[in-house]
T-cell receptor, first 117, second 113 residues
Framework: GAVVSQHPSRVICKSGTSVKIECRSLDFQATTMFWYRQFPKKSLMLMATSNEGSKATYEQGVEKDKFLINHASLTLSTLTVTSAHPEDSSFYIC?????????????FGPGTRLTVT | AQSVTQPDIHITVSEGASLELRCNYS??????LFWYVQSPGQGLQLLLKYFSGDTLVQGIKGFEAEFKRSQSSFNLRKPSVHWSDAAEYFC???????????FGRGTSLIVHP
């Protein structure tokens, strides 16, 4: 149980375009989802915390107008990278917690590799 | 703010050999400590966690970790490594269970046959 999927697993887009990444909890309802960014040989950097039905809480230094997060249902959160630039190329990972579950008990998706050309 | 250091970027071991991955943290009080594993194409999975009590904690897949307050360390160990253990390992620290962990940069484990 507690499986999280991400789609797509890889995406290449042109500079200036927008790209959407989906994160789904397959067998549980996720009231809270998290979005991370992972650079090569770097730790996971928390970008934002997303609660179903409310606005996401962004970490300091993360541009909320560039990284749009929508958590419209208990099983789906989306991250849209708007007007993408090559420096946005990275590995994006989402995770989710079960209702009432502690924040450390996160179930992670397999990640999405974004390449902006 | 808390921080976590994993000093080894890569570790190479032979299958069947023992393993120790290092993790040091910086935090004023005793933090909550975690080890996660990230296999290729899969999400991070929680291996084990320490909150309080016995400083030697057992996790899944035969892993264990020991909390040493005097050294601010939480090293991960396994007595005999299997080829399937090849993955990226992340140490993480949080002030409490309600807080989102801060992750180290990870250690890549390479297993030779």
């Amino acid at each position: 149980g507690a499986v999280v999927s991400q789609h797509p697993s890889r995406v290449i887009c042109k500079s200036g375009t927008s790209v959407k990444i989906e994160c789904r909890s397959l067998d549980f309802q996720a009231t809270t989802m998290f979005w991370y960014r992972q650079f090569p040989k770097k730790s996971l950097m928390l970008m934002a915390t997303s609660n179903e039905g409310s606005k996401a809480t962004y970490e300091q230094g993360v541009e909320k107008d560039k990284f749009l997060i929508n958590h419209a249902s208990l099983t789906l959160s989306t991250l849209t990278v708007t007007s993408a630039h090559p420096e946005d190329s990275s590995f994006y990972i989402c995770s989710a917690t079960t209702p009432g579950g502690p924040s450390y008990e996160q179930y992670f998706g397999p990640g999405t590799r974004l390449t902006v050309t | 703010a808390q921080s976590v250091t994993q000093p080894d970027i890569h570790i190479t071991v032979s299958e069947g050999a023992s393993l120790e991955l290092r993790c040091n943290y910086s935090y004023g009080a005793t933090p909550y400590l975690f080890w996660y594993v990230q296999s290729p194409g899969q999400g991070l999975q929680l291996l084990l966690k320490y909150f309080s009590g016995d400083t030697l904690v057992q996790g899944i897949k035969g892993f264990e970790a020991e909390f040493k307050r005097s050294q601010s360390s939480f090293n991960l160990r396994k007595p005999s490594v299997h080829w399937s253990d090849a993955a990226e390992y992340f140490c993480a620290v949080a002030p409490g269970g309600s807080y989102i962990p801060t992750f180290g940069r990870g250690t890549s484990l390479i297993v030779h046959p």
